[in-house]
Nanobody, 122 residues
Framework: QVRLMESGGGSVPTGGSLKLSCTSS?????MAWFRQAPGKEREGVAA????????LYADSVKGRFTISRAGPKNTVYLQMNNLKPEDTAMYYC??????????????????WGQGTQVTVSS
């Protein structure tokens, strides 16, 4: 396992943008972003393989969010544009080696950050 540290959360109005960052203490295979809103289950938002060769997105964020990675510090970013109130959640960075059908599912990841809050006001 590696240690992950997120940053970049905050409060924005509807339509605003935020960029989240997550840095790993060591090498990672897939890195992903998950989010959990109050009273809801944690859901996968986006995932990326090393070098961004493969990127995946939840349907709810396609066209608005972009995941990207930067080495050599194994940093992953989540650029979030056109934010909506339903995007309000705690966002978590994750790292692991998920199987083909597990890239946006919690069980595919073994390392997790502490989370950063994103709040979008209407």
């Amino acid at each position: 396992q590696v240690r992950l540290m997120e940053s970049g959360g905050g409060s924005v109005p509807t339509g605003g943008s935020l960029k989240l960052s997550c840095t790993s203490s060591g090498y990672t295979n897939y890195m992903a972003w998950f989010r959990q809103a109050p009273g809801k289950e944690r859901e996968g938002v986006a995932a990326a393989s090393p070098g961004d060769l493969v990127t995946l997105y939840a349907d709810s964020v396609k066209g608005r969010f972009t995941i990207s990675r930067a080495g050599p510090k194994n940093t992953v970013y989540l650029q979030m544009n056109n934010l909506k109130p339903e995007d309000t959640a705690m966002y978590y960075c994750a790292a692991g080696s998920p199987g083909d059908n597990w890239k946006l599912r919690e069980l595919g990841y073994t390392s997790w950050g502490q989370g950063t809050q994103v709040t979008v006001s209407s």
